[in-house]
């Protein structure tokens, strides 16, 4: 059985920096994609960022430049760095891997506040 966890998530100020994880076991074999989505209260999940397999890697522009995400192939697991934090990144974080079909965690809170 596949399950994908997230962790990392928090609060904090303005400006400040989190890093999320986010650990996808049970899957037989490399996972292909995997990445961060995110919703806000009231508004639609978007997309945050996405690493390929090998390593090719998209951002929202909205994230571009405070973001980075990366990965560990061998322990299909992804991070995600987020820097010079702004309240409109408060949302619930989802990670998300693909291999066959696309897995999702329960989310991760994360709270931009002073």
């Known amino acids: 059985q596949v399950h994908v966890v997230e962790s990392g998530g928090g609060l904090v100020q303005p400006g400040g920096s989190l890093r999320l994880s986010c650990a996808a076991s049970?899957?037989?074999?490399?996972?292909?994609?995997m990445g961060w989505y995110r919703q806000a209260p009231g508004k639609e999940r978007e997309l945050v960022a996405t690493?390929?397999?090998?390593?090719?890697?998209n951002y929202a522009d909205s994230v571009k430049g405070r973001f980075t995400i990366s990965r560990d192939n061998p322990k299909n697991t992804v991070y995600l760095q987020m820097s010079s934090l702004r309240p409109e990144d408060t949302a619930v974080y989802f990670c998300?891997?693909?291999?066959?079909?696309?897995?999702w965690g329960q989310g991760t809170q994360v709270t931009v506040a002073s």
């Open positions: 049970g899957l037989i074999g490399r996972a292909g994609a």
């Open positions: 690493i390929g397999a090998g390593g090719s890697t």
């Open positions: 998300y891997a693909v291999l066959l079909r696309q897995y």
